[in-house]
């Protein structure tokens, strides 16, 4: 699974109910996180418009879906740093993120 990838999820009623075309929520989001370097944070997404929003303050984002879902023709944007067909190609573009942690290491010893 990828449970041990995540610390916990941070949803629309924890930004305020700013949606993820927003900048804004972006910002709570970091706030909600403790985190401060936008460059730290990864956001992936169906979502043209979503994905700009998310480059715009500094996110790496990854545009998963190269057909829209809703006019079903190819999507492409230049603020996605990869653009992938489906979410299992994550480790493909990212694998620096599916490496093993200390927090992994201690789960698969408990």
């Given at each position: 699974?990828?449970?041990?990838l995540?610390?916990?999820?941070?949803?629309?009623?924890?930004c305020?109910?700013?949606?993820?075309h927003?900048?804004?929520s972006?910002?709570?989001?970091?706030?909600?996180?403790?985190v401060?370097?936008?460059?730290?944070?990864?956001?992936?997404?169906?979502?043209?418009t979503?994905?700009?929003?998310g480059?715009?303050?500094?996110?790496?984002c990854?545009?998963?879906?190269?057909?829209?879902r809703?006019?079903?023709?190819?999507?492409?944007?230049?603020h996605?740093?990869?653009?992938?067909?489906?979410?299992?190609?994550?480790?493909?573009?990212?694998?620096e993120?599916?490496?093993?942690?200390?927090?992994?290491?201690?789960?698969?010893?408990?």
């Amino acid at each position: 699974g990828i449970s041990d990838l995540f610390d916990g999820i941070i949803d629309v009623k924890d930004c305020q109910f700013e949606t993820k075309h927003s900048e804004s929520s972006f910002h709570i989001a970091m706030g909600k996180a403790g985190v401060d370097n936008p460059e730290s944070c990864i956001f992936v997404d169906d979502s043209v418009t979503n994905i700009s929003a998310g480059r715009r303050v500094g996110w790496r984002c990854i545009l998963v879906g190269k057909v829209g879902r809703d006019c079903g023709k190819k999507v492409t944007t230049e603020h996605a740093e990869h653009e992938i067909d489906t979410i299992h190609h994550l480790p493909h573009v990212l694998p620096e993120i599916f490496l093993p942690t200390e927090k992994s290491d201690q789960k698969e010893k408990d």
